[in-house]
């Protein structure tokens, strides 16, 4: 078994700076649950690169592709947030992943935009990425993204 | 008290195969909270007749008792999809529903849409089946399918 | 360290009184994770001013500081219903807030409207406010209100 910072590094993955938050709240919270465990909340990560928003809505300005590609981005934010919180070794089971994906009207693939997400997020945690998905479409997200995505986790906090 | 499934039987109710997951998730995932209880969170499941997606926006393409109907399908999934993680019988409590309603924009009858799903999810769980609730128009959703709902409850896990 | 309710006190803010459940679904969820301590999920606030509900699209319906206005009335409503449920006082972390924005396609400034409610939230509640948020625009929305606002929090229950 490989450690998610041995898988980031044999995929050839640096995690971003966890952004910090773009208003009045927190990037995460974790409340114990018991034996050692806490929920971790994750606030909605939107798709950019570096400070630059990655805006566009899909598929007229952003193709499916590009945008799965920018989902794949947002994971790697939760990823960041997660490893600032408590280290993404503690993760014992990614719960909850929901993304919001910036869509013109008839636009109906945002579950192939989504999986860019989460198969990166299978690759980095193994069996503990697993994760329950709701993938729907926006018509307006914060700055114009293209994505957004909240999520919850089970960690292990001692 | 009747039990859920004596519930179904009364109700005259076959509950659907639970559908794989659509993509590169799960469709549910447990993790304790002590005391033999676990949080048992479920995927968006989306409005189907078994692989037939249920699509069109409410209330030009879908009237709003047809939509009503297709959130009672949804939650039938949900419920498919409880009974294939733990079984009805162990459901303590639904917490959480998400509803998102394909809608035109001027639409804003969600709620009576979503009764349709929360009013089935109570007549078969008893009062086990009394959830939270948000409902919210989309301006598209994966498939173009009218209806997605997602579910937190907490379950007996022994 | 003052209370939530001399905080409102202070602020000269009267919580409004809980509003019943718009339809077939609970206001709030309470459920034990162990050492006194309880998960509450809190359903959909929606914009409203008593029984008024509190309508339009922002910006071009309803300005980003109406709008901000309406998501700190929705904030007081999110309180007003942890009140009932468990009293402000026993509220150890907000842990995540969703706030749904009516918004026209290309309005991106959802964080600024929702930080409305946010900082309403940490003025009340104090540091057990703070709380990770996903900011979203919705193309419709119950009763085409401005805002709705889900939560869920931690709680002592003794």
Redesign the interface.
């Known amino acids: 078994m490989t450690s998610p910072k041995e898988r980031l590094r044999e995929l050839g993955i640096t995690l971003p700076a966890p952004p910090p938050?773009?208003?009045?709240?927190?990037?995460?919270?974790l409340?114990?649950?018991?034996?050692g465990r806490s929920?971790l909340?994750?606030?909605?990560q939107v798709s950019a690169d570096g400070d630059r928003f990655l805006t566009g809505r899909c598929p007229d300005e952003v193709p499916v592709e590009e945008a799965a590609q920018r989902a794949r981005a947002c994971a790697l934010r939760v990823l960041a947030q997660v490893e600032a919180a408590v280290g993404l070794d503690q993760v014992?089971?990614?719960?909850?992943?929901?993304g919001?994906?910036l869509?013109?009207?008839?636009?109906?693939?945002?579950?192939?935009v989504?999986?860019g997400a989460?198969?990166l997020l299978?690759e980095v945690l193994g069996a503990a990425g697993?994760?329950?998905?709701?993938?729907?479409?926006?018509?307006?997200?914060?700055?114009?993204?293209t994505i957004?995505i909240?999520a919850?986790a089970?960690v292990r906090t001692g």
Chains 1, 2, 3 share one sequence.
């Open positions: 938050p773009a208003a009045s709240y927190v990037q995460t919270r409340t114990p649950i018991g034996d929920l909340y994750i606030a909605g014992e089971q990614l719960l909850q992943v929901t919001w994906v869509s013109t009207d008839d636009f109906g693939d945002q579950p192939k989504m999986n989460s198969e299978v697993k994760h329950t998905r709701a993938a729907v479409g926006a018509s307006a997200l914060p700055f114009s993204v957004e909240a919850v089970v």
